[in-house]
């Protein structure tokens, strides 16, 4: 497994952009998938996107298609997420997760998780 640490998440205006960083120990993590999950006040945690170990196909959730962008910088260990055009419904703890096997939008799919972030989007 490895240990993922989530950054950059805060408090934006609607209409504003945020970047989310997941950053990973271990040098495994370039063989990892990794997907980004948000859970807000009272909702069950949703699959935001996710991206394959190179980087090469990526998976959006419709209501972030257009708006949201997952990439990827192995050589640094992190995994992104781009935010913009944010709408107060996106606000929600915004978490990553990484699996060595698996790729797609299931949560029980990931076998590490990062502790989350805040995200909060005013409007």
């Known amino acids: 497994q490895v240990q993922l640490v989530e950054s950059g998440g805060g408090l934006v205006q609607a209409g504003g952009s945020l970047r989310l960083s997941c950053a990973a120990s271990?040098?495994?993590?370039?063989?990892?998938?990794v997907g980004w999950f948000r859970q807000a006040p009272g909702k069950e945690r949703e699959f935001v996107a996710a991206i394959t170990w190179s980087g090469g196909n990526t998976y959006d959730a419709d209501s972030v298609k257009g708006r949201f962008t997952i990439s990827r910088d192995n050589a640094k260990n992190t995994v992104y997420l781009q935010m913009n055009s944010l709408k107060p419904e996106d606000t929600a703890v915004y978490y990553c997760?990484?699996?060595?096997?698996?790729?797609?939008?299931?949560?029980?799919?990931?076998?590490?998780w990062g502790q989350g972030i805040q995200v909060t989007v005013s409007s």
């Open positions: 997760a990484a699996d060595p096997t698996y790729w797609g939008k299931k949560r029980a799919g990931f076998s590490s």
């Open positions: 271990g040098r495994t993590f370039s063989t990892y998938a």
